[in-house]
């Protein structure tokens, strides 16, 4: 299982709908345009696969930020919480 940090900057309105529902199905909506997802590699090759069908390559982008294991620790949040979807968690 690998942690991702996934964001998008999708310029159609009805296209960032279906970016949104597509990972929400997958992660943790923890910010506008950003999600926290645990991927096996399997699931990765589907969502990469699921929203590359779905944005516009010209004018939108979407962007996985890996976590390494070190780094998971690491991450530091401020303000409202947010309860993160996690390893063995049924998103439906």
């Given amino acids: ?5 996934v964001t ?3 310029a159609d309105d009805k296209r960032r709908s279906k970016v949104f529902k597509t990972l929400k199905d997958y992660g943790t ?4 345009s950003v ?3 645990v991927l096996t590699t399997e ?3 589907a969502l990469r696969h699921k929203l590359l069908r ?3 390559r010209d004018e939108d982008s979407v ?5 390494c294991r070190a780094c998971e620790n690491d991450v530091e949040r401020l303000g409202r919480r947010v309860e ?3 390893i063995g968690d049924i998103v439906l």
Avoid: K, N, S, T
């Fill in 29 to 32: 909506h923890v910010q506008e």
């Fill in 43 to 45: 699931d990765y090759v």
């Fill in 8 to 10: 998008y900057d999708i």
């Fill in 63 to 67: 962007i996985f930020y890996r976590q």
């Fill in 1 to 5: 299982m690998e942690h991702y940090v």
């Fill in 84 to 86: 993160l979807v996690g």
């Fill in 35 to 37: 999600f926290e997802v």
């Fill in 54 to 56: 779905r944005i516009h």
